[in-house]
């Protein structure tokens, strides 16, 4: 493991008619230098009832749910590089588009998505469907509900979490003859999905649900025991500040 340095990815996996999901990876070419990762308190936990209905105060400290947690950060993307140093079809692909298939899939984390349907083509596909069928496009009764791709957010072996994308801001700085963008900096904004929503996504679809719940726990876990390992040495800093 000596010398290996892991790169930070994003992998998107959209509800199909399919009993696997097919994920969507994407790796980022450069790990961002920095990153901004911001908690929030949980919400107040509502007054409860006495057994007249009437609200009575409650404590003020309690709390219901658990703490926002969200990332930020900066990831920059060059096809240059990745024509000197990428694979055979990695190059073709970077030579003929630069980096608009990399902005493309992050563009597409935002898109909502139909069970079994991908995304536009999913969308598209329907639209046409219905107009040959003559249906209204304002019928909506037979249109099936979309969601938002559930995405994980791998960052090392010990921080792989269930994220929405809650902002993606692309700068492109350079240009090939065609236009095609070969230079870009994409910000992120990325908010941990919450054990409530991780509820639903279960009942909407039992393999994308459990696999999203998996990485919260996994992370969730892994965090307590660092937690109470930092505990022994809290202890000798505490006994180190006691008088002999």
């Not at 450069?30 to 990762?37: K, L, S, V």
């Not at 219901?64 to 190059?91: H, R």
């Not at 995304?119 to 019928?139: E, F, H, K, W």
């Not at 929405?164 to 240009?175: A, F, M, N, P, Q």
């Amino acid at each position: 493991m000596s010398g290996v340095v892991l790169k930070g990815a994003l992998v998107k996996f959209t509800p199909t008619s399919m009993p696997v999901p097919v994920p969507d990876v994407i790796i980022f070419q450069y790990n961002p230098e920095t990153m901004t990762h911001t908690w929030t308190h949980p919400e107040p936990a509502p007054p409860s009832a006495t057994a007249t209905g009437a609200a009575e105060g409650s404590n003020p400290l309690a709390v219901k749910g658990v703490p926002g947690e969200t990332f930020s950060f900066t990831i920059a993307m060059d096809a240059n590089d990745q024509i000197a140093d990428g694979t055979p079809p990695t190059q073709a692909l970077a030579q003929q588009t630069g980096i608009y298939s990399r902005l493309a899939a992050l563009e597409m984390l935002l898109y909502p998505a139909s069970a079994g349907q991908s995304g536009l083509l999913g969308t598209v596909s329907s639209a046409i469907s219905s107009a040959l069928s003559g249906q209204a496009s304002s019928d909506t009764s037979t249109v099936p509900v979309s969601v938002i791709p559930v995405t994980l957010f791998i960052w090392g072996p010990g921080r792989i979490v269930p994220v929405r994308v809650t902002g993606l801001t692309i700068t492109e700085k350079l240009y090939d003859p065609a236009l095609n963008p070969t230079h870009a900096e994409a910000q992120l904004a990325l908010r941990v999905l919450t054990p409530a929503e991780l509820n639903s996504a279960r009942e909407g679809n039992d393999v994308l649900g459990q696999l999203a719940t998996i990485a919260y726990n996994y992370t969730l876990s892994l965090r307590q025991k660092l937690a109470i390992a930092n505990l022994s040495n809290a202890a000798e800093s505490i006994i180190g500040m006691i008088p002999h």
